[in-house]
């Protein structure tokens, strides 16, 4: 059974910090990419960025990129989203995902987590 739990999300100040992890089981996660989606209230859902499944490449969003960071530990079946300088407009839920290959396209992924609440508010 494929599972990937997200943790970590959390209400931050802005220019605060947040890291999100996304625990993966059911299927061999060394050979998917991962992905990183949000979905704002009201908004639709938006890729904010990827990993190769060796983690030797990235891509991220013009709206977040200098500010995430993206990484995974093949050995813990892990990846990992660093947000620093959070901002007010990156309110949202953060789903991690998972895919054979490379998509912007969100609604090819194949396995999808339930998402975790980020809040960015003074």
């Known amino acids: 059974q494929v599972q990937l739990v997200e943790s970590g999300g959390g209400l931050v100040q802005p220019g605060g910090s947040l890291r999100l992890s996304c625990a993966a089981s059911?299927?061999?996660?060394?050979?998917?990419?991962m992905y990183w989606v949000r979905q704002a209230p009201g908004k639709e859902r938006e890729f904010v960025g990827s990993?190769?499944?060796?983690?030797?490449?990235?891509a991220y969003a013009d709206s977040v990129k200098g500010r995430f960071t993206i990484s995974r530990d093949n050995a813990v079946n892990t990846v990992y989203l660093q947000m620093n300088s959070l901002k007010p407009e990156d309110t949202a839920v953060y789903y991690c995902?998972?895919?054979?290959?490379?998509?912007?396209?969100?609604?090819?992924?194949?396995?999808w987590g339930q998402g975790t609440q980020v809040t960015v508010s003074s």
């Open positions: 995902a998972a895919d054979r290959f490379m998509s912007y396209s969100h609604s090819n992924y194949n396995y």
């Open positions: 990993i190769h499944s060796s983690g030797g490449a990235t």
């Open positions: 059911g299927f061999t996660f060394s050979s998917y990419w």
